[in-house]
């Protein structure tokens, strides 16, 4: 069974809880495979927690959930030492951040502080107690959510951290049809609880190291820069995408290529996905918002005068 085939098998699963939101879970299969994290902002209700979940079961992860508050310290996410009288040494207490796929929910709602403690374990995999430094199992993805509708008691992300999400993606309300099936599932039984993994972490493992030996051909790398460089010099942007992001699009549109059963990325994986990547990178100047200029408008209107590579790909 070939890459693309295992997760298709993956997605299908993911489709018997999750309805008509296929295009949300290859983005989020996408961040995965490319060692990324993914920031899911939506309303209440739309299933975020349930994606999350039928993922974790789908490829055997461990699945940790933290609910973000306002009083969560550090150690409450990361772990902490604790003093043994009994052998007089301190053992460490590990976290929920010490698990392979992590729920961070409503991430927006708890201090800076607490915030902050996500940025090494996302950046590095790894959490520092009492300078000692212990990596976090492999795979490790995290999917933070964060309401956008109440701003009241919460911390909005700074630009740091939002740049440590691969992804920020929205699933939205279904439709009339897929609504009506998401009852008539839930009138029986949970189908969460049904769901069987299927594939294994190792194979997991196997398809993050398949994303490394995806091609990406210099004009695509070349399309890539350019695209993030025209963020910088738009006169509504006060901050464009940086050199982080621009290597978040490359490793996004590798993953993506995988998904597709491609072993080289093409421009159109590049548009597709840019929107998802430098989403949350690009901040806006009040001018923007006075002339009701959009991210969204204004990642378009890059996309559309940026010269796209016509160079035949197939093979490079």
Do not use: C, W
Request: no cysteine; hydrophobic share 40%.
């Amino acid at each position: 069974m070939n890459a693309k085939e295992r997760l298709e098998k993956v997605i299908d699963n993911i489709e018997k809880v999750i309805i008509g939101k296929r295009d949300i879970a290859e983005l989020s299969i996408v961040a995965m495979l490319s060692h990324g994290h993914v920031l899911l902002e939506d309303v209440p209700g739309v299933g975020k927690t349930m994606l999350v979940r039928a993922l974790a079961k789908s490829v055997g992860a461990d699945f940790k959930r933290i609910q973000f508050t306002p009083d969560l310290l550090p150690s409450d996410v990361i772990g902490v030492s604790i003093y043994n009288p009994k052998d007089m040494e301190f053992h460490f207490r590990p976290g929920p951040i010490m698990g392979n796929i992590i729920l961070a929910d409503e991430i927006n709602r708890t201090s800076p502080k607490t915030q902050s403690s996500l940025l090494e374990a996302m950046e590095e995999a790894s959490v520092t107690i009492d300078g000692v430094t212990m990596q976090i199992p492999k795979p490790f993805f995290v999917m933070a959510t964060q309401n956008p509708i109440e701003y009241e008691g919460t911390y909005p992300l700074p630009e740091a951290q939002l740049d440590r999400f691969l992804l920020k993606i929205k699933m939205g309300y279904p439709s009339s049809k897929e609504e009506m099936e998401v009852l008539s599932r839930a009138q029986v039984a949970a189908p969460i609880e049904d769901l069987t993994s299927v594939i294994s972490l190792e194979e997991l493992l196997e398809l993050q190291a398949q994303v490394r030996t995806i091609k990406v051909d210099e004009t695509i790398r070349s399309y890539i820069v350019d695209l993030s460089r025209q963020t910088r010099q738009d006169a509504y942007v006060y901050l464009g995408v940086s050199p982080r992001g621009s290597i978040a699009l490359m490793k996004a549109s590798q993953a993506y290529a995988l998904l597709k059963g491609r072993d080289y990325v093409t421009p159109d994986d590049v548009q597709y996905l840019a929107k998802f990547v430098f989403g949350h990178r690009i901040m806006l100047r009040s001018e923007a918002r006075y002339d009701g200029i959009t991210v969204e408008e204004i990642t378009e209107r890059i996309l559309a005068k940026t010269h796209v590579p016509v160079k035949r790909l197939v093979g490079k």
